[in-house]
């Protein structure tokens, strides 16, 4: 299973950036998928999910209401629109594919995923 993330870079605290992540076209429509993110020194953090279906999404305290996560199953691809970004969500962007196709359970828990992408980094400056 390959999880191919892009989009991340440097931007100034306020700005917008949008993340993207291609998925496996064999079983992408099929699972749910997540955004963590890992800032130097800490540990990987739940950002977002949304359901296999598209209809649900969670999120973490700290982005609700700045980031939207979406999908696009027909191009097999997740997406994270940031807005208002700060520079405390600097931090290496990972996606995320749900261990069990067909199930939406404990999408915000790290151990319910068990495909990752390679990481895209997101720097704000302030």
């Known amino acids: 299973v390959q999880l191919q993330a892009s989009g991340g870079g440097l931007v100034q605290a306020g700005d917008s950036l949008s993340l993207s992540c291609v998925g496996d076209?064999?079983?992408?429509?099929?699972?749910?998928m997540g955004w963590f993110r890992q800032a130097p020194g800490k540990d990987r953090e739940f950002v977002a999910a949304?359901?296999?279906?598209?209809?649900?999404?969670y999120y973490a305290d700290s982005v609700k209401g700045r980031f939207t996560i979406s999908r696009d199953n027909a191009k097999n691809t997740v997406y994270l629109k940031m807005n208002s970004l700060r520079p405390e969500d600097t931090a290496t962007y990972y996606c995320?594919?749900?261990?069990?196709?067909?199930?939406?359970?404990?999408?915000?828990?790290?151990?319910?995923?068990?495909?990752w992408g390679q990481g895209t980094l997101v720097t704000v400056s302030s």
């Open positions: 995320a594919r749900h261990r069990n196709p067909g199930y939406n359970q404990n999408m915000t828990l790290r151990t319910s995923y068990a495909y």
């Open positions: 076209e064999r079983t992408f429509s099929r699972v749910g």
């Open positions: 949304i359901s296999v279906s598209g209809d649900s999404t």
